[in-house]
């Protein structure tokens, strides 16, 4: 684990926070909800086999650490895309607060008050953050968004609708299955390599006929590419510790989803 990653516990909440990102925000893990069964107890996901009001409750908890009412937690939907969604007023509380209406694995905003969520259970979350701009965005790429460079698209995203200046951005990657479990067949790298060019070659390992990918690594250089300067990768996977988190692959997908959250406080300078 990254030494600035801590393992923190709140009114039972078990979760994980970055002292590089100076905004509230938090990853999630499998503890300190009410869900039951397989899915006991922080699943945060509507379509896991879950009973909706427990999954509400387990979002009344969050809201609670947030200090914020319910609904104004906002969901991206993911679909392994690489679109970027700018939650202005007419969408906040989307999936929550109100109907889901969008597709999308990323989400920015400058809107204080407003907790941006983006699931994972092996995938990759990363945290945005621009104190100077005031402004914020969550995003999750999978295998396929990391090849199509959805974080590069997150952090431009931010340049054009807020000013963010990507040298003042703390990025912070979250817990995620690591290059030692994200074992696949030719078929992953190959994609990669038709959709990022040779760029992909220093994060794949070759053992035998499998595959092994360093996620992390490749959405470490997509930030540094896009000019952000810090960024902190947790050194967490998610496999290796599914006791403690959400795994897809350690789980063959009977499992719930955590949330890497953050929000902007309200300026009271
Ligand atoms: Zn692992």
Redesign the pocket.
Known sequence: MHPQFHRRETDGLIYYECDALTTPHLFTTKFGGVSTGYLASLNLGFNRGDVRENVLRNYDILAKHFGVPRGRMTMTKQVHGDCVRVVDRDAVGMGLGQPMRWETDAIVTNLPGVPLCGYYADCVVTLLHDPVSRSIGVCHSGWRGTANGILAKTVRTMQREYGADPADIEAVIGPS??Q??FETDADVPDAMREAMGPDCEPFVARRGAKYFIDLQGINRMRLEQAGVRTIVDSGL?T??RHTEFWSHRATHGRRGVQAGILMLEEDHS
């Open positions: 299955i690591r030692c479990c996977c496999k290796c």
